[in-house]
């Protein structure tokens, strides 16, 4: 499998950020398709680039570029946060429904790919923010559209920073309830708030792995209530991870990490599946966006089936930036 080219796993995230994405290959000429429409914006296609990679204008300009048309920037807070140290990405195995182990190197095949996503959501400050999410939002081509998602200690940062979003540029925006556990009664207030506060502009709920069935059926409704247009998931999966010998790879503070990848795709494909089943049971006006595991084109396909109206590729952009162009054909 070739190492992932566009981001170097052995800098931080200002470094990549500020020397990224690393690619000097061709631009592959674009196929025409009937656009879509996703909450009032024509999309020119279905896929997307989820939450993470996009650090900044020039990763959502090289990311437009490459054919995908759902640009989700990097999620943000209301003010200055560095996040956690190198390292943050490494190659991982699965050895339990709970537990990943370290990989000295990566698999052969990408789409046996699985990663650590430990970061702890770093932001930069709303300055650097207001200038370049509204350069990114010059770098879309027509058909394209930018999220930008927001996450937050409180219903008054979430809100702070969605109309810090708002006033950059974003045409959408999505709340990231992974963050901390929140009940359906708080899902509901965040999302009231945020949809009042933001007014015409769209809001799609982000959420994680659920417990069980009917804890999620509540949440769903809970976001519709609320005022959201649309649901998205799955985030990385949260898991410990240890190293050759047992150990916490990232020391006792950070003894589990989100992991991303083809490990979690069975994971996200089965999320998407119930998630339509209850936006249809409970007759919800949420659009659908699935994310998790999609590292070849035929993935994308995977979701589409198991009933997403879009669906979103983090790893598999940053691996094989190609990937999109590959799926258009």
């Not at 000429?29 to 909450?39: A, G, I, M």
């Not at 930069?124 to 081509?141: H, R, T, V, W």
């Not at 009940?183 to 933001?198: G, N």
Request: hydrophobic share 45%; net charge neutral; charged share 20%.
């Amino acid at each position: 499998m070739k190492t992932m080219p566009l981001y170097d796993i052995a800098r931080s995230v200002a470094e990549n950020a500020a020397k990224g994405p690393i690619f000097d290959e061709k631009i592959p000429e674009r196929t025409k398709h009937k656009p879509v429409d996703f909450l009032g914006f024509s999309l020119h296609s279905r896929i997307g680039v989820a939450a993470g990679p996009l650090l900044n204008a020039k990763w959502v300009s090289l990311a437009s570029q490459l054919g995908w048309d759902l640009l989700i920037y990097r999620t943000i807070r209301n003010r200055l946060h560095l996040g956690f140290p190198p390292p943050n990405i490494v190659y991982v195995e699965r050895m339990g429904d709970h537990r990943v182990k370290i990989l000295a190197e990566p698999p052969l095949s990408l789409a046996d790919c699985s990663v650590t996503v430990s970061f702890d959501s770093p932001s930069p400050s709303q300055l650097e923010l207001l200038e370049d999410i509204n350069k990114a939002k010059g770098a879309l081509q027509k058909g394209q559209v930018l999220v930008v998602p927001v996450v937050g200690d409180s219903v008054n940062d979430f809100v702070s920073a969605a109309l810090l979003a708002k006033e950059a540029g974003a045409h959408i925006i999505e709340a990231n309830y992974t963050s901390f556990y929140m009940s359906s009664d708080q899902v509901f207030e965040y999302t009231r708030k945020l949809s009042a506060a933001l007014g015409t502009v769209p809001l799609i709920v982000k959420v994680g792995h659920f417990a069980n069935h009917a804890q999620m059926e509540q949440i769903l409704i809970a976001a519709a209530k609320g005022g959201a247009q649309a649901l998205s998931g799955i985030l990385p999966v949260p898991m410990e991870v240890v190293n050759d010998k047992g150990q916490c790879a990232f020391g006792e503070k950070r003894k589990t990490a989100g992991i991303a990848g083809g490990t979690i795709r069975p994971t996200a494909l089965h999320f998407v599946r119930d998630a339509a089943r209850i936006i249809q049971k409970e007759k919800l006006e949420l659009t659908l966006l699935g994310c998790g595991g999609i590292l070849l084109p035929a993935h994308f396909d995977l979701f589409f089936e198991a009933g997403a109206d879009v669906a979103l590729s983090g790893t598999g952009f940053l691996w094989d930036p190609y990937l999109a162009s590959k799926y258009h054909g």
